[in-house]
C-alpha cells in the first residue's frame, strides 16, 4: 500500500490530491516528502475572502509539516499559486491545510498543542524532533481558535483572582467560571487596575453581566469597585481562600519581625527558627516534625504565638451556619484581635471590618462558591506560572494559561492523529 492511500484515509481534501510520496532530506535529516497538487477543474480560492477566485499565476513551491510517520518527518510540498480576486486583488490561494502563511499544517499543529498539554512545551518540542516555535505557534493558533469558538452563555457564577508574575511587582487579573458545572478560566488582563477588570465586563456583554448570580473576589479595592457597578445583580462574595491569605500574611510580619528583633538582643531566635510553615499550614497538613515544633513553640510567651491563636480561633468562624451568629462571632473576634496590639493584626481587622457585609455574603451564598473553587483553580494557576521559566513574556504565559485552563473547543477532523 502506498503511503499516499493511507494519508487518503486520514486526510482527504475537496479540491487537492496527494500525488507523490518520496524521500528526501530536510535540514540535514531523512524525511517523507508528500507532493500536494490541485486536482484537474479544481477551483482556486483567495487566501483572505475565501471565495472563488480566477487563477493568477504560479509561485515557488512551499513546505508544510505534517504529523510525523514512524518518527520521520514527514512534509507536504506544493506549488503556492496566486489567484485574482475581484476584491482583495492579487493574493496567494487558500489551502486547507493550513491557516495564513503558516508553515504547519492544521493536523500538525493539533497534535503538537495536545501533546503539549501533557508535555511540557520542549519536552513536546524534543519528542517529535521540531522546535519550540512550533509548539509555541500551534498551541497559540489552537487557543485563538478556541477563544473565537467558545460558547460563554451559561455562566452564572464568577470569582476575579490576581497573580503575581514575574520579577518584581507584576500582576495579572483572571476571572475564572466557577459554576458546579463548568469551572474554567475566562480572562486574562495584564494588571490589576479597575480598568483592566473593566475590559473583562465590557467584552462579557451587558446581557452576560445581567445574568450573574455570584461573583467571588479578593478585597482588592478596584476590584470590589468595578463589580459593583458592573454586576450590581450578582451577589459579591469575599471568598475564604483569599481573607485567610491575608491573615497568613500578617502572621508572617509579625514572625519575621520577632525573629528580627529577638536575633538583634541575642536570643532566643533558635525558638523560632524553621516555624513560618508551623504557624501557615493548617494544622491537619502539618508533618510530623513540624507539629513537634508547634508544640514547642506554643509554650512561650511570644507575639508570634499570640498571632497563631488568633489565627486558629477566626477559623471558628467559617463554621457557623447562622449568618447571624457568624456575624457575631466575628465582631466579637476582631475586638479580641484588636486588644492583641500587634500591628498587621489590627490591619488586618480593619479591612475586615470595611468589609464586613460582602464578607457575610459568603454565609448567604450557603458557602456555595467558597474556597474549594477559587483555591483549587489558583493553585493549578500557579503551577503553570511556575514552569514558566520557558515563557518568556506576558503573551505566551496568557497562551499557556488559557490552554491548561480555558477548556477551549478544538477544531475538529475526521481522523485523531493523537
Ligand atoms: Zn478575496
Redesign the pocket.
Known amino acids: 500500500m502506498r503511503i499516499e492511500t493511507v494519508l487518503n484515509h486520514c486526510y482527504r481534501h475537496k479540491s487537492f490530491v496527494y500525488s507523490d510520496c518520496r524521500w528526501g532530506r530536510i535540514g540535514g535529516k531523512k524525511a517523507l516528502i508528500v507532493d500536494v497538487v490541485a486536482r484537474k477543474n479544481g477551483l482556486t480560492?483567495?487566501?483572505?475572502?475565501?471565495?472563488v477566485?480566477p487563477l493568477y499565476d504560479c509561485l515557488d513551491e512551499r513546505r508544510f509539516d505534517f504529523v510525523p510517520l514512524w518518527n520521520i518527518p514527514v512534509y507536504f510540498q506544493h506549488w503556492m499559486r496566486r489567484?485574482k480576486?475581484?476584491?482583495?486583488?492579487v493574493?496567494v490561494e487558500r489551502v486547507p491545510w493550513a491557516d495564513g502563511k503558516s508553515h504547519l499544517t492544521k493536523p500538525y499543529v493539533l497534535f503538537l498543542s495536545r501533546w503539549a498539554r501533557k508535555l511540557s512545551w520542549k519536552e513536546t518540542a524534543e519528542s517529535f524532533g521540531t522546535t519550540w516555535d512550533n509548539v509555541y505557534h500551534s498551541v497559540k493558533e489552537t487557543v485563538e481558535y478556541g477563544l473565537k469558538n467558545r460558547n460563554l452563555e451559561g455562566v452564572t457564577a464568577i470569582g476575579v483572582d490576581e497573580l503575581q508574575y514575574g520579577k518584581g511587582q507584576q500582576y495579572l487579573t483572571l476571572v475564572y467560571q466557577i459554576d458546579a458545572a463548568a469551572r474554567r478560566l475566562l480572562f486574562i488582563g495584564r494588571e490589576r487596575k479597575a480598568k483592566t477588570l473593566l475590559r473583562f465586563f465590557r467584552d462579557f456583554g451587558r446581557e452576560r453581566c445581567a445574568r450573574l448570580q455570584f461573583v467571588c473576589s479578593d478585597m482588592w479595592k478596584a476590584y470590589v469597585k468595578v463589580i459593583a457597578k458592573k454586576a450590581s445583580n450578582a451577589l459579591h462574595i469575599l471568598d475564604r481562600f483569599h481573607i485567610v491569605q491575608h491573615l497568613g500574611k500578617a502572621i508572617d510580619k509579625i514572625r519575621a519581625e520577632e525573629v528580627r528583633s529577638m536575633a538583634s538582643k541575642g536570643y532566643y531566635a533558635e525558638i523560632l527558627k524553621n516555624t513560618k510553615y508551623c504557624f501557615l499550614k493548617n494544622e491537619e497538613n502539618l508533618t510530623e516534625k513540624q507539629r513537634m515544633k508547634l508544640d514547642d513553640v506554643l509554650q512561650y510567651d511570644l507575639k508570634s504565638v499570640r498571632a497563631y491563636l488568633l489565627k486558629e480561633s477566626f477559623q471558628l468562624f467559617w463554621a457557623y451556619t447562622s449568618p447571624y451568629w457568624a456575624e457575631w462571632y466575628l465582631q466579637k473576634w476582631c475586638a479580641r484581635a484588636m486588644r492583641s496590639r500587634l500591628e498587621p493584626i489590627k490591619d488586618f481587622v480593619g479591612m475586615i471590618r470595611r468589609h464586613q457585609p460582602l464578607i457575610m455574603n459568603w454565609f448567604k451564598a450557603k458557602k456555595a462558591y467558597s474556597s474549594g473553587v477559587v483555591e483549587g483553580l489558583n493553585r493549578k494557576i500557579n503551577l503553570v506560572t511556575r514552569k514558566s521559566y520557558g515563557f518568556r513574556s506576558y503573551e505566551v504565559l496568557k497562551i499557556a494559561l488559557f490552554h491548561t485552563m480555558g477548556d477551549l473547543p478544538e477544531p475538529e477532523f475526521t481522523h485523531k492523529f493523537c
Do not use: L, T
Open positions: 480560492e483567495c487566501s483572505i475572502c475565501g471565495k477566485a489567484v480576486c475581484p476584491e482583495h486583488g493574493r
